[in-house]
């Protein structure tokens, strides 16, 4: 299976690997930002592969029970004959599994009271449900690290309304309004310091928190995906304590949950909308797949 994504081609990665007996070419392909290449690409592959992932842009933004389809990446897959998938289904099974389950029984990390900076709820909905339900104090970072605006949000419910005023009109514009595409991804930028600063633990999507991220992170817990070798060297470098990634490490890289949500519909043999929670963690579980809890310093 192939993932396609918006971002930098710097990330690239080709694994060979084989789970429950099945061969696998797992291929994350960036276009730099480029949108008619990206939609090119998934063109070129339709009919080709197994499943394919998108990144650098999701099919629909979460809050509550409301989806916000954005339209740019609707019209990228339209109509296509192969399984496309945006890793929602793993936001919404596995990383919330990860957060009630695996990280307090398996790795002792125990989120109750601890200060999280979740950097974008409508990304990983369920992440925020969990993190919420865990007892931890969170900080939704959704109108900093989305809009520039530097105003922390807490409360679910806050949430879901700024989502249905703001979301019906963001998500028709260009996607590069809400998330980093291209070169982009590789620029670090220090901003929003106070909630760096603030936060023990803090979690999203690798882009948006390199992005921003100062030059010090001492023993901060960083849950994220889409991670390479530079970019936990980058987060050492930094002195951060724990990396967490919801997919596994594999030859040097945890791909994005786009990737191991296309990894499940192919051994599946289904379509994603026959899979649901329950679906992704026992496909999950079958093929071994674990987390990746690594200690930095």
Known sequence: MVSISLGSSSGDHRVETVLLGHAFIIERIGTNGDYRLFCQKIRELDGKVDAIGIGGINLALVAGRRKYYIRDAVRAVAGMRTPVVDGGGIKDSWERHLIQHILPEEAGLTLRGRRVLLVASVDRYGMAEALVEAGADVVFGDLMFGLGIPIGLRGLATIRVLAAILLPVLTRGPFTWLYPTGKKQDQVTPRFGRAYRWAEVIAGDSHLIQRF????????????????????????SRRAALLVTATPEMDGRSFATNVLQAV??????????????????????????????????
């Not at 030059?215 to 980058?234: F, H």
């Not at 499940?264 to 990746?292: F, K, M, N, T």
Request: net charge positive; proline share 7%.
């Open 264 to 297: 499940v519909v192919a051994l599946s043999g289904l379509r994603p909308e026959q899979l649901g929670p329950a679906d992704y963690l026992d496909w999950i579980r079958r093929a071994g797949l674990r987390p990746r809890i690594e200690r930095l310093t």
């Open 213 to 236: 991220m100062p030059d010090d992170l001492t023993g901060k817990t960083i849950i994220t995906n889409t991670i390479t070798a530079a970019g936990v060297e980058a987060f050492r």
